[in-house]
């Protein structure tokens, strides 16, 4: 059965200070990716997933996401910006976001400076069955490192660059909130530290693992990755 959404509301006001000169004068998120922003990827994921209401959390250098997406239009949804201070993270930039723009039930929330294609009705459907006041996307992380194995006298017998690591689940920063979340959301500083560990404590969170794939840029090195990656992806789906 699908349950469709029609708000998600984006974080991008990251200063990205480990991707300096690049984020000079732009914000994390409008770094681009293969001749678009990050955030363009994001949008047109979610418009793809049937989402039209996109509400952006601004703050640094927030001009060039505002004079790049504008209203929407030219990406077939519509935008509305709201800012926030650099200090106040993800607490502040979720709280005014949502008291702001939103007034839906349910929604989804996410960082951005991430890329995916996961089918987001999978983890709608999850969260409406379940009712927790948060559901977050998990998935098995890439390794930063070439992954080795030894033999006893030093030998390398394997090597695989940046696998995914099976045995451990990370959140995606890829959230569905219900709107009893501006109940638990702090003034400032990060949800991860303050909301999602109080609403552990009530059983009020749950996870889904998705099926897709998560890409997250933190360096130059992950540039580079996520470019090869995403060639390489579209060379096979022609």
Known sequence: MKHKIKTAVILAGGEG??????????????IKILGKPILQWIIEWLI??????????VSYKKEAVINYFKDGSKFNCDINYSTHSIEGET????????NRYVNDAIFLAMNGDE????NLNELINY????????????????????????????RILSFKEKPI??????????YIFNH???????????????TFPLLAKHRLIRAF???????????????????KFLTEKQKKEK
């Not at 690591?165 to 959140?171: E, F, G, M, P, W």
């Not at 794939?213 to 090195?221: A, E, G, Q, R, V």
């Open 180 to 194: 009893q979340i501006v109940d638990y959301l702090p003034k400032d500083g990060p949800i991860e530290k303050t």
């Open 17 to 30: 200070t480990r991707l300096r000169p690049l984020t000079n004068d732009i914000p994390k998120p409008m």
């Open 165 to 174: 690591l099976s045995n451990i689940l990370v959140s995606m920063g890829i």
């Open 48 to 57: 793809n997933n049937g989402i039209s209401n996109i509400v952006i959390g």
């Open 127 to 154: 969260h409406i069955k379940n009712n927790p006041i948060v559901t977050i996307a998990t998935t098995n992380p890439r390794s930063d490192f070439g992954i080795i194995k030894i033999s006893k006298d030093g």
């Open 91 to 98: 607490g502040e930039g979720f709280r005014l976001a949502i």
């Open 209 to 227: 693992k998705i099926n897709g794939d998560w890409l997250t840029i933190n360096n130059m090195k992950d540039i580079m990755f996520v470019e």
């Open 115 to 118: 890329i995916t294609n996961f």
